[in-house]
DNA sequence: TCTGGGGTCCTAGGACCC
DNA sequence: TCTGGGGTCCTAGGACCC
């Protein structure tokens, strides 16, 4: 029986979901014009988190600066996120591709994969994707593309083909004729850093990557990478489609500042900061952690880490934030301007840490009460907003159905 | 024009052990 | 005194993804 993957990815996310939002409150539908969702639009340091179709035709990007969106496009539409909602927006969306097949792995807040191999043939799985994508448009209200192949490789670079609001097939006859005249950019894990490599030496498209020998290859991008693209290039791949989300092997936060800073009071603070977000998503997930790792970013982007192995897993905001602080003493000469700083965890694990009372620091105790106190206070707030948009919901029903 | 935030995986070199 | 080879762990850094 041969496999049948489906990748399917919603057209321009963020903005496709802020669309619905506004066009029920009344708005035009701001993905007919040149628009963008971005983080907050009067700091000059946001980027695009997602352009429509008519801004990405006049080169607008995601992860561009938004300043440098508005030369190009003085009238742009620039919105902001919706977390709440997005996270509203992409459960309907999973749950409508996993009615289609239980085998379902989510890539990402707007991405999955799902294994069609019991559901249907080549023959109809047009027919199946297509009624699943306007299922989505119907009761949604956004657009999605569907990518058939017989691998999530294929699924996936199919899905990515013409948009939006299209079902497209990449089956393995059809890999020399539609995937192999693109760019070796278009191929899933060729990046920037990796194209330069390959054009340099002449290789410029898929096709040609998939001839390239073995050994020339790995001269290039090294072994291991090397077999992958060539497999993929080829079109070939047997990953599996995995149900069973994988948990978190790192869990960090990092803020960059409106102006870069020089005052080691400032950095520090954003260093607590972004300490007691990290302990907290940790300690809300049951983890602990033996390693910490921070970073510096200056303002021509060169990054200044370290990172530091604890004797004994931890998930205390106190000891993550005296590691970082340490670290940053020897990372930082407390001159150079600060953009960015981050902290990291990960080696992370379940198990609690062995109490040795005698030698623990007689803080811990203190210091454990305060993100007992911490994560009461977030859990309240937490509790409080989803309370006011449940409220918000309801009266819009209402006024909706009178 | 001036670049966010959150992840994963790989490689290379050094330390240390047998 | 100086030498080998293999394995594992750690840190630093780089590339990619959304």
Same mark, same amino acid.
């Given at each position: ?14 903005? &496709? ?28 340091? &946001? ?5 429509? %179709? ?39 969306? %999973? ?13 990402? +807040? ?10 249907? *043939? ?9 009624? /699943? ?12 593309? !569907? ?8 699924? #996936? ?51 040609? /990557? ?5 050994? $020339?290859? $790995?001269?290039? !991008? ?9 497999? @993929?290039?080829?079109?070939?791949? @047997? $990953? ?10 790192? =869990? ?5 500042? &409106? ?22 998503? +940790? ?32 998930? =205390? ?39 040795? &009372?005698?030698?623990?620091?007689? #803080? ?22 989803? /309370?006011?948009?449940?409220? #918000? ?5 209402? *006024?909706?159905?009178?």
């Amino acid at each position: 029986m041969p496999r049948i993957i489906f990748h399917i990815d919603v057209n321009s996310a963020f903005l &496709s979901w802020t669309a619905v939002k506004l066009m029920r409150e009344g708005y035009p539908d701001i993905r007919l014009v040149p628009s963008v969702v971005s983080g907050d639009p009067n700091d000059r340091r &946001s980027i695009i988190t997602a352009a429509s %179709i008519p801004a990405k035709k006049l080169g607008i990007r995601t992860a561009q600066p938004v300043s440098m969106a508005l030369r190009t496009c003085p009238q742009l539409v620039i919105v902001g996120g919706d977390w709440g909602w997005y996270k509203e927006c992409s459960e309907g969306f %999973i749950s409508i591709c996993r009615s289609y097949s239980p085998v379902l792995q989510q890539f990402s +807040i707007d991405e999955c994969f799902i294994d069609m191999s019991q559901q249907c *043939t080549p023959e109809n799985a047009v027919a199946v994707a297509t009624r /699943l994508k306007e299922q989505v448009r119907e009761t949604l209200g956004f657009t999605v593309n !569907v990518g058939i192949g017989a691998n999530k490789l294929l699924a #996936k670079m199919a899905s990515d083909f013409e948009k939006p609001d299209k079902v497209h097939t990449l089956w393995e006859s059809e890999v020399k004729e539609k995937m192999w005249p693109l760019g070796v950019r278009d191929l899933l894990w060729v990046g920037k850093k990796t194209e330069e490599r390959l054009t340099a030496y002449g290789i410029n498209t898929i096709g040609q /990557l998939a001839q390239l020998g073995m050994e $020339s290859l $790995s001269v290039l !991008v090294g072994k291991k990478f090397a077999r992958q693209l060539h497999e @993929n290039a080829n079109g070939r791949d @047997n $990953s599996p489609v995995e149900t069973e989300r994988a948990e978190a092997k790192s =869990v960090s936060a990092e803020r960059t500042f &409106s102006r870069d800073y020089t005052d080691p009071k400032d950095i520090d603070r954003a260093l607590f900061h972004v300490a007691c977000i990290v302990a907290h998503r +940790i300690r809300r997930h049951d983890f602990r952690a033996s390693t910490v790792s921070m970073f510096i970013k200056y303002k021509d982007f060169t990054v200044a880490q370290k990172q530091t192995s604890l004797d004994q897993p931890t998930d =205390v905001t106190a000891v993550i934030l005296n590691e970082a602080r340490r670290m940053l003493g020897e990372v930082w000469d407390g001159i150079t301007p600060i953009r960015q700083v981050g902290l990291g965890v990960s080696k992370l694990t379940h198990e609690s840490a062995i109490q040795m &009372s005698l030698f623990e620091d007689p #803080k811990l105790e203190y210091y454990r009460e305060w993100d007992r106190q911490y994560d009461e206070k977030k859990a309240k707030a937490e509790d409080a907003r989803m /309370l006011a948009y449940e409220r #918000k919901k309801n009266d819009e029903k209402k *006024t909706e159905t009178p």
